[in-house]
């Protein structure tokens, strides 16, 4: 089977084996399984195909064959080959067999995939009594054995396919399941605003210290890769603190082909892993994020004597982790060619107290460069807007752009969107972003003393006037066609009484 292969059949297939689950555990359960299972068989059809290619060259060696094979992205046990699963799903015990499977390829792959697996059980009482469980095993193994999940490099000829089938289930559970999906979603035209506003070069590294399942990461590579000729010449770094979800991230990784990354698992805020030689926090040239909105229980406790100073500027409220976030990314921009942009909730932008005395100092150290606002209904499991906040360590000047971009969208039922492309939302956000200029009520450059002024406050109603004027009335004309529709009437009530007394009444 040669033909070129077509995402939205992949991306059908996939979507179909979900159904498999449904009505028996929930999305936030299954989509685990899913995407495990997606990855597993992704692994065994790069293993079969080469191990095939190799075959056909060297048939007569399979000494040789075997050492060729050791030199694969990923090494693959015999035992643990989806084929060798599929085959055996009649019997009983697939849970047990598919565990196995994925701790013997942990196993071979240490360096690559320690602790991928760990959070993940086939064998696990959530899928039921031990025959029900044998049962949706079965039909998970059948759905993935179907031709259009057949993922041979040989037929497919890129990675996209198969990553962009991830990032497809990924949105769709986020979508299906709401808040808790979305904790760790940032739609696809949010990421490549950010990732456009970033704009990473060639030989930069890139930090999420909230990764959830890493698409916004992937898609400041991705801006190498289309600036440059699909140069892999950049280094990607995460951290997420939910276990299941930074295995998410690892995998989504290497269905992208994208290597040469590193993704901890801890918390940001309380225990950063991200550090380097001298162990102090690692700077990155481009550091961009979508932490949990108003996060309560942040970790004030440990902030104010933290060992990296990341709260010199003042500690945030503990129910609201906003700045936490921020101060941490503020932190690890490297001192010349460091730039970020957070998502995050408006209050930030007016917020008074502690958060108000952090944003005065931020903006006094010239380091806010813009502020973005964005329609609401853009992320999955909240219907508030948000906006986009860009700090630079080397501004070009000391003013604040301030973009009100929250009226333009394409409306959507449950959620809205921005649209991509030439003469798209996006590139309007990102063309006056670039030109940091005013443009009536659009966007307003303010400056240090109209920040001041303002009390350090944001609210970017306060810089963009998008007050439309009312079209005068002309009440002259008006009274005119009062007065017609008044005459109008009265005919018409005279005919409708000739009419009624023709009729008797």
Known sequence: MNDQIKQDEVNKAVWAACDTFRGTVSADVYKDYVLTMLFLKYLSDVWQD?????????????????????????????????????????????????????????????????DVFQDISFNSNKLGEEKQKNDILCHLLEDFSRPELNMRPSRIGNLDVIGNAYEFLIKNFAADAGRKAGEFYTPPEVSELMAEIMDMAEGEEACDPTCGSGSLLMKCGRRVQAKFGGSKKYALYGQESIGSTWALAKMNMFLHGED????????????????????????????????????????????????????????????????????????????????????????????????????????????????IGLPEKLFYGTGIPACILIFRKTKADDKVLFIDASREFKSGKNQNQLTTGPDSHVSKIVETYRNRATVDKYAYL???????????????????????????????????ERLKLKAELATLEEKMDGYLKELGY
């Not at 992205?73 to 196995?100: C, M, Q, W």
């Not at 499977?101 to 320690?114: C, D, F, P, S």
């Not at 970017?460 to 009440?475: A, M």
């Open 50 to 114: 080469h191990y095939d290619e190799y075959k056909k060259q060297y048939g007569d060696t399979p000494e040789l064959i075997a050492e060729l094979m050791t030199n694969e992205r990923f090494v693959l046990p015999e035992s643990a080959n989806f084929t060798t699963l599929y085959k055996a799903r009649h019997e009983p015990g697939n849970g047990e067999r598919i565990d196995k499977a994925l701790h013997a390829i942990e196993e071979a792959n240490v360096g690559k995939l320690r």
């Open 260 to 371: 040469n990354h590193r993704i901890e698992w801890g918390d940001t805020i309380r225990n950063p892993k991200l550090l380097d030689a001298e162990d102090r926090l690692k700077h990155f040239d481009v550091v961009v994020a979508n932490p949990p909105f108003s996060l309560d229980k942040w970790g004030v406790d440990t902030a104010e004597n933290d060992r990296f100073g990341r709260f010199r500027r003042g500690v945030p409220p503990k129910t609201k982790g906003d700045y936490a976030f921020i101060l941490h990314m503020i932190e690890t921009m490297k001192p010349k060619t460091g730039r970020m942009a957070v998502v995050a909730p408006h209050g930030v932008l007016f917020r008074g107290s502690s958060e108000g005395k952090i944003r005065q100092k931020l903006i006094e150290e010239n380091l806010l460069e813009a502020v």
């Open 446 to 480: 303010a400056t240090p003393e109209e920040l001041a002024e303002n009390d350090y406050n944001l609210n970017i109603p306060r810089y963009v006037d998008t007050f439309e004027e009312e079209e005068e009335i002309d009440l002259v004309a008006v009274r005119a």
